[in-house]
């Protein structure tokens, strides 16, 4: 009888299972993404790619899940894959993952891998169907530090909060860590040849040449990450106005093999063969990173602008090599003024001027325009359908402050241009 | 002189023209919230999920329509945003996972007939006419 019974909760629960399966899937979300460009320059290897020889290695596709678990708690997930040049290489990753319990308007928690809440365009920075351009203004929204700009795993308070006439004002707080997923390759690589430069100088001198230079054994680890944003939208219709702010803290370490000639003052005209292995470990903290923002719509227009800037407070030690250990504060500034205008349900256009300076690293000696970069960009998005877009775009630059030097041994150009051009979908 | 007078005073009013209040929407709620007070800047926060529960305590369900003049007015008288701009504000939230889409319809009667039995709902529709036979949805109008 027992067994009868148990068959008959066994067969009735095995025939409700597509009931409930039904039931789930209608109350999961599922969205995604799929985006593919093309990229050429006139000059200049720029964003990890081969610009002057055109590059289609830059795409983009998402999918994601969510849905409400109670009346008060979402939880859902994005996977990404994505590829820029050496970075990504459409590797699948967990975009974002978290639990999101809404308290009250005013305030709610997140748990979880959640996106950085930094300036008006970074949590959407993946999503092309969201914005004009097809490359936001990199003097703002470096893709050489995405790695430690785009996400954290940790935790979040956030809410809106009204202002009884005033507007409204929406704010985040996080803390937490981050990951480096591609700690070889990008602005790392060009990080720690840049170290390997340092080294070099100070062992170089008049009797002294260079011969060879490795660099091995690279590795960076995240620490922790903290910081707050918060955005007002104004009584006067259309503007919005806020900042954010962001702390972190990370540790970098490589071994440098340095194969040199040296001329022996002893015996003029013969030469000594030497070699140093320094290992330097370098701690990095991300300080004084903010963004101030503004964006203005009215009508169909919309005008934004933002500045930024960062400190990195770097203090390297080293096994060997006089003239170590360093602290040093390396500032960095960027800003740029938009306007986009949609004229009509399909068509699209705006234009911006962004200009970088890598303020700290100036060298005496060396032109300004290795360390700084104004780009002049214009672009035009045709809505093919609601789902469907391609955009063209074309940028006038000037100066190589974001395309690494590590990507152009063989030199950098001060005028070029750039083209583009993508095409997305989205459901 | 006098014609660029003229042609700024005719950019001028092509560029005002579209704030003109064309007002052709009433906005419907479910009976549970005929109560409510709410001015326009309450329902542009519910419509922009800013405002998620009525004073009672209920979760708001806000309902739009896909597309059309009464869709187009609405977004842009009071939730002060292009059609185009309120897609773009619900796509952000979707793909940072930090809400979804309102419920949408493409007929104003499936509108009336959702809020009709769905508690705490809100939306909106271009005539009174409609409600005819749904007894749980009333209009509400705007405080100042």
Same mark, same amino acid.
């Given at each position: 009888?027992?067994?009868?019974?148990?068959?008959?909760?066994?067969?009735?629960?095995?025939?409700?299972?597509?009931?409930?399966?039904?039931?789930?899937?209608?109350?999961?979300?599922? $969205?995604?993404?799929?985006?593919?460009?093309y990229?050429?320059?006139?000059?200049?290897?720029?964003?990890?790619?081969?610009?002057?020889k055109?590059?289609?290695?830059?795409?983009?596709?998402?999918?994601n899940?969510?849905?409400?678990?109670?009346?008060? =708690? /979402?939880?859902?997930?994005?996977?990404?894959?994505?590829?820029?040049?050496?970075?990504?290489?459409?590797?699948?990753?967990?975009?974002?993952?978290?639990?999101?319990?809404?308290?009250?308007?005013?305030?709610?928690?997140?748990?979880?891998?959640?996106?950085t809440?930094?300036?008006l365009?970074?949590?959407? /920075?993946?999503?092309?169907?969201?914005?004009?351009? *097809?490359?936001?203004?990199?003097?703002?929204y470096?893709?050489?530090?995405?790695?430690?700009?785009?996400?954290?795993?940790?935790?979040?308070?956030?809410?809106?909060?009204?202002?009884?006439?005033l507007?409204?004002?929406?704010?985040?707080?996080?803390?937490?860590?981050?990951n480096?997923?591609?700690?070889?390759?990008g602005?790392?690589?060009?990080?720690?040849?840049?170290?390997?430069?340092?080294?070099?100088?100070?062992?170089a001198?008049?009797?002294?040449?260079?011969?060879?230079?490795?660099?091995?054994?690279?590795?960076?680890?995240?620490?922790?990450?903290?910081?707050?944003?918060?955005?007002?939208?104004?009584?006067?219709?259309? =503007?919005?106005?806020? &900042?954010?702010?962001?702390?972190?803290?990370?540790?970098?370490?490589?071994?440098?093999?340095?194969?040199?000639?040296?001329?022996?003052?002893?015996?003029?005209?013969?030469?000594?063969?030497?070699?140093?292995?320094?290992?330097?470990?370098v701690?990095v903290?991300?300080?004084?990173?903010?963004?101030?923002?503004?964006?203005?719509a009215?009508?169909?227009?919309?005008?934004?602008?933002?500045? $930024?800037?960062?400190?990195?407070?770097v $203090?390297?030690?080293?096994?060997?090599?006089l003239?170590?250990?360093?602290? %040093?504060?390396?500032?960095?500034?960027?800003?740029?003024?938009?306007?986009?205008?949609?004229?009509?349900?399909?068509?699209?256009?705006?234009?911006?001027?962004?200009?970088?300076?890598?303020?700290?690293? $100036?060298?005496?000696?060396?032109?300004? @325009?290795?360390?700084?970069?104004?780009?002049?960009?214009?672009a035009?998005?045709?809505?093919?359908?609601?789902?469907l877009?391609?955009?063209?775009?074309?940028?006038?630059?000037?100066?190589?402050?974001?395309?690494?030097?590590?990507?152009n041994?063989? &030199?950098?150009?001060?005028?070029?241009?750039?083209?583009? *051009?993508?095409?997305?979908i989205?459901? | 002189?006098?014609?660029?007078?003229?042609?700024?005073?005719?950019?001028?009013?092509?560029?005002?023209?579209?704030?003109?209040?064309q007002? %052709?929407? *009433?906005?419907?709620?479910?009976k549970?919230?005929?109560?409510?007070?709410?001015?326009?800047?309450?329902?542009?926060?519910?419509?922009?999920?800013?405002?998620? /529960? @009525?004073s009672?305590?209920?979760?708001?369900?806000?309902?739009?329509?896909?597309?059309?003049?009464?869709?187009?007015?609405?977004?842009?008288?009071?939730?002060?945003?292009?059609?185009?701009?309120?897609?773009?504000?619900?796509r952000?939230?979707?793909?940072?996972g930090?809400?979804?889409?309102?419920?949408?319809?493409?007929?104003?009667?499936?509108?009336?007939?959702?809020?009709?039995?769905?508690?705490?709902? *809100?939306?909106?529709?271009?005539?009174?006419?409609?409600?005819?036979?749904?007894?749980?949805?009333?209009?509400?109008?705007?405080?100042?």
């Amino acid at each position: 009888m027992m067994r009868k019974q148990g068959i008959i909760h066994l067969v009735a629960f095995m025939i409700s299972l597509p009931l409930l399966a039904q039931s789930l899937m209608d109350r999961i979300e599922i $969205h995604g993404l799929i985006s593919q460009g093309y990229i050429l320059s006139s000059d200049n290897n720029y964003l990890n790619m081969k610009t002057p020889k055109g590059s289609y290695e830059m795409n983009e596709a998402a999918i994601n899940f969510s849905t409400n678990i109670t009346d008060r =708690l /979402r939880g859902g997930l994005q996977l990404l894959s994505r590829d820029l040049g050496k970075v990504g290489n459409n590797a699948v990753m967990l975009d974002w993952a978290y639990a999101d319990y809404r308290f009250r308007d005013y305030l709610g928690f997140r748990i979880g891998k959640i996106k950085t809440p930094l300036a008006l365009y970074n949590e959407i /920075r993946d999503v092309d169907a969201l914005r004009t351009f *097809i490359l936001l203004p990199q003097s703002v929204y470096d893709e050489n530090v995405r790695d430690f700009s785009f996400a954290f795993q940790g935790i979040g308070i956030y809410g809106n909060v009204p202002l009884f006439g005033l507007g409204d004002v929406e704010y985040n707080l996080y803390t937490g860590a981050f990951n480096i997923p591609n700690p070889s390759s990008g602005f790392w690589y060009d990080s720690f040849s840049n170290l390997a430069t340092g080294a070099e100088m100070v062992v170089a001198n008049d009797s002294t040449t260079i011969e060879k230079l490795n660099i091995t054994n690279s590795n960076v680890t995240a620490d922790y990450i903290w910081g707050g944003s918060a955005y007002w939208t104004t009584p006067l219709e259309g =503007l919005k106005l806020g &900042g954010c702010y962001l702390y972190g803290s990370l540790y970098m370490s490589t071994d440098i093999a340095i194969f040199m000639k040296v001329t022996s003052s002893v015996q003029p005209g013969s030469n000594l063969y030497q070699s140093r292995q320094p290992n330097l470990d370098v701690d990095v903290k991300i300080k004084d990173y903010y963004t101030l923002s503004g964006e203005y719509a009215i009508q169909n227009l919309t005008l934004t602008g933002e500045y $930024h800037s960062r400190i990195y407070r770097v $203090h390297i030690r080293t096994s060997d090599l006089l003239g170590f250990p360093i602290d %040093n504060d390396y500032q960095l500034i960027g800003y740029y003024g938009q306007a986009t205008y949609r004229f009509t349900d399909w068509l699209e256009a705006g234009a911006y001027y962004s200009f970088y300076d890598d303020v700290d690293s $100036h060298l005496e000696g060396t032109p300004s @325009w290795y360390f700084t970069q104004k780009d002049i960009c214009a672009a035009i998005r045709f809505d093919i359908t609601p789902n469907l877009l391609i955009k063209f775009e074309g940028h006038k630059i000037d100066g190589v402050g974001l395309a690494l030097s590590a990507e152009n041994p063989s &030199g950098r150009t001060q005028h070029w241009n750039l083209f583009a *051009i993508k095409s997305s979908i989205n459901f | 002189m006098r014609m660029c007078i003229f042609l700024l005073i005719l950019i001028g009013f092509m560029l005002f023209l579209p704030l003109i209040a064309q007002n %052709n929407y *009433i906005i419907i709620v479910n009976k549970s919230a005929q109560g409510e007070s709410l001015n326009r800047g309450n329902v542009e926060s519910i419509f922009l999920g800013k405002k998620s /529960r @009525w004073s009672d305590g209920t979760k708001i369900i806000p309902v739009n329509l896909k597309q059309g003049e009464v869709h187009e007015s609405f977004i842009k008288e009071v939730v002060r945003k292009s059609t185009n701009a309120y897609m773009n504000y619900w796509r952000k939230m979707i793909f940072t996972g930090k809400g979804v889409m309102p419920i949408s319809f493409e007929d104003e009667k499936e509108v009336v007939e959702y809020i009709n039995r769905t508690e705490g709902a *809100i939306g909106y529709i271009s005539s009174l006419s409609l409600l005819k036979g749904n007894e749980y949805v009333k209009e509400i109008s705007l405080t100042d």
